[in-house]
């Protein structure tokens, strides 16, 4: 089976500074990938480059053979807000909208109705055993719930690609957990890819593989870091 | 050594034949070593011979007849004697783990010391995929969950420490060569 997103020997810089140094990732449909790494390994670049959030300076990505590093900003949008899904450390919801209304704002940006939207955040607060906190507003939302409505913001579309950047960085390790294992679960249910940013192993732990950045770019040994030895 | 105590700590909770025993040590501690049934009466004649045990009669709920074991007053102060000593944080490292590391890092070159870590942390890596999926298993006991964050707890202690080791001795290159 082909992949679905694929990136081909990808490089960003940022001033003089290389972040990526010619990265090659294939992601499947239905697939679980961790990206590993020390801080400033390029991991988050990596993410941005593959979900159309920045351009690679060099390289191709392509998700399901369009070619996304060449397209405008405005088709790139498009795509995040129809076919990807995007959750970030901490859940970047919207202050004054409810929780509901957070989960449905992907929905009424694409011109559904409030009603529509509105019955299908329902759903997916359910699903994520968030459904009480619906009618609060973020501020009242402990760390996992707010997790958790993030992630049924990014999931309401039914993605076809999910990007997750450090998802449970700022959570304690129960609620870390729970939020892993409904991210992963409604990925599976949902046949949604899943690319996991983070440096931690035990989250890395429910992808079906990882990939390990050194240096911007990828390392077989899966060690992050070059080994001397003291003889 | 701590499954007399375990066997003691369930027999606290009502009597119970060695059958029961062992079902029950393996329910709570699910993950643990394996008690095999003959470790369990060894344990249980032990535990009778220094009076932290006695028969308490015969079961014969539709098949053999089993001995009732109950824990005695003794057996209680025991029990509750283990529970209060805290167990001493190890004074020493002992582990394959480190020897292994410290050796590859010491001793072997560049490539062969990459080639062990590497498919070391593989390993670890593996094993705790296998017991993440384990821990989304709707069906886990409390006991699973606890021993399976046990041991994913552990194996993520070791990457770390891994981790930072090879960082440590990467350093130290630098600092030489610089």
Redesign the interface.
């Known amino acids: 089976m082909s992949p679905i997103l694929t990136a081909r020997d990808v490089t960003k810089t940022f001033g003089v500074q290389p972040a990526l140094r010619g990265v090659d990732l294939d992601l499947h449909e239905g697939e679980i990938v961790a990206v590993r790494g020390r801080s400033g390994c390029g991991k988050s670049t990596l993410l941005h480059c593959l979900s159309g959030i920045i351009r690679p300076d060099g390289g191709q990505v392509h998700f399901r053979g369009e070619r996304l590093d060449d397209t405008g900003e405005a088709h790139r949008s498009e795509l995040r807000r129809t076919r990807f899904g995007v959750l970030l450390q901490h859940g970047h919801l919207v202050a004054e909208l409810t929780a509901a209304e957070n989960v449905a704002l992907p929905l009424l940006l694409g011109g559904g109705s409030r009603r529509a939207a509105l019955a299908a955040a329902a759903t997916w607060l359910g699903r994520l055993g968030v459904a009480e906190a619906a009618e609060q507003i973020p501020g009242r939302l402990s760390g996992g719930q707010s997790q958790r409505v993030a992630l049924a913001r990014a999931m309401v579309t039914q993605p076809e690609v999910l990007f997750a950047d450090e998802p449970t960085g700022a959570l304690d390790s129960l609620a870390g957990e729970l939020v892993m294992q409904l991210l992963t679960r409604v990925a599976r249910e949902q046949g949604t890819a899943v690319v996991v940013v983070t440096h931690d192993a035990t989250i890395a732990a429910y992808a079906e593989r990882e990939l390990v950045l050194r240096d911007g770019a990828v390392d077989p040994t899966g060690l992050g870091v070059a080994v001397g030895t003291g003889a | 050594m701590s499954a007399s105590y375990v066997l003691l700590g369930l027999l606290a909770r009502g009597p119970m034949h060695g059958y029961e025993l062992k079902h029950a040590y393996d329910q709570r501690l699910p993950r643990a070593k394996p008690l095999a049934f003959g470790q369990v009466y060894s344990t249980l004649g032990r535990l009778e011979r220094d009076g932290l045990v006695t028969q308490a009669g015969q079961d014969q709920a539709g098949g053999p007849e089993r001995t009732t074991f109950a824990i005695t007053g003794e057996g209680r102060a025991a029990l509750e004697a283990w529970l209060s000593d805290v167990e001493a944080p190890a004074p020493y490292v002992t582990s394959a783990l480190l020897s292994k590391v410290v050796v590859?890092?010491?001793?072997?070159?560049?490539a062969r010391?990459?080639e062990y870590?590497?498919a070391q942390?593989?390993a670890?890596?593996t094993r705790?995929?296998e017991?993440?999926r384990l821990?989304?298993d709707q069906d886990l006991t409390v006991g699973d969950h606890i021993a399976v964050d046990y041991a994913?707890?552990h194996?993520?202690a070791d990457?770390?420490w891994l981790?930072s080791a090879?960082?440590r001795?990467?350093d130290?290159?630098r600092e030489v060569r610089s």
């Open positions: 590859a890092l010491l001793v072997a070159d560049p010391a990459t870590l590497s942390q593989q670890h890596t705790m995929r017991l993440t821990k989304s994913l707890t194996l993520d990457l770390r981790q090879l960082h001795v990467a130290l290159h």
